[in-house]
């Protein structure tokens, strides 16, 4: 009986010393500059750029983008879909940024035909899955940073994201 218990306080210390690497480890991970948080209140752009908050301009367009998608494997049509976004901006140096944040600014049509553009390739099959907004954003930001040829743009945040 007495081995039981000790095996069993050994199994518990080690679990408990699991169970603090990893929570720790995580921590790490969310909260250190660079880290998959990007720490400090900062976002992270790429593994080797991380764009503090203060540093980021962003530009809201206005009103919401309401399109069609594309027909579905299974033949369904007429499903629209709608979003409300606005794109972020790398102001760390003002001088390099104003340039691109008067340009998306001024061409907020050529802004809302890429993001036509981005979903009307869409199926609702391909936006019920589990990390379509994750995909349509960065497809978004693929999309503005080759139109406006500038890797000043970020960030795309969606405000608003429904399927109809």
């Known amino acids: 009986m007495d081995k039981n218990k000790g095996m069993f306080a050994v199994i518990i210390a080690l679990l408990l010393i699991v169970i603090g690497s990893v929570g720790g480890i995580g921590f790490y991970l969310?909260?250190?500059?660079?880290?998959?948080?990007?720490?400090?209140g900062g976002i992270l752009v790429s593994a080797s750029n991380r764009v503090d908050l203060d540093d980021?301009?962003?530009?809201?367009?206005?009103?919401?983008?309401?399109?069609?998608?594309?027909?579905?494997?299974?033949?369904?049509t007429g499903n629209?879909?709608?979003?409300?976004?606005?794109?972020?901006?790398?102001?760390?140096?003002?001088r390099r940024s104003r340039d691109i944040i008067r340009v998306v600014s001024d061409n907020e049509n050529i802004v809302k035909d890429l993001v036509i553009s981005v979903i009307t390739q869409k199926t609702i099959n391909d936006l019920n899955q589990a990390n379509s907004r994750?995909?349509?954003?960065?497809?978004?930001?693929?999309?503005?940073?080759?139109?406006?040829?500038?890797?000043?743009?970020?960030?795309?945040?969606?405000?608003?994201?429904?399927?109809?």
């Open 80 to 94: 629209m879909a709608r979003v409300s976004l606005s794109i972020g901006i790398d102001n760390t140096d003002e």
């Open 134 to 164: 994750e995909v349509l954003r960065d497809e978004i930001l693929k999309a503005l940073q080759e139109e406006f040829n500038s890797n000043l743009i970020v960030r795309v945040i969606i405000h608003e994201w429904n399927k109809v």
């Open 56 to 76: 980021l301009v962003e530009i809201v367009i206005p009103d919401p983008i309401v399109t069609n998608l594309a027909s579905s494997d299974d033949g369904r």
């Open 30 to 40: 969310i909260s250190s500059p660079g880290g998959l948080g990007g720490g400090e």
